[in-house]
């Protein structure tokens, strides 16, 4: 199962598209993954940690950009 299509109606369009701007200009850095995690370190004005975990039947997820705290 893929993440970003059950995740992308959680998100606006403007959001996304930072996010995949981020990925295209390789700000996001030292990934690691499994088959129930995920997490890397993003540049964006500060670098910050983002993580997705899997947890029984539940998505964690933890993120230290505006964005995340604020919404």
Do not use: H, K
């Not at 893929?2 to 998100?11: E, G, W």
């Not at 598209?17 to 993954?33: H, I, L, S």
Request: charged share 15%.
């Amino acid at each position: 199962m893929l993440l970003a299509p059950l995740l992308a109606s959680q998100f606006n369009s403007m959001i996304r598209q930072c996010g995949y701007d981020y990925f295209r200009q390789q700000r996001v850095r030292n990934g690691y993954g499994s088959a129930a995690e995920f997490g890397a370190q993003v540049q964006g004005p500060d670098f910050y940690p983002v993580m997705l975990q899997w947890t029984g039947s539940r998505l964690e997820v933890l993120c230290d950009c505006a964005y995340f705290i604020e919404n």
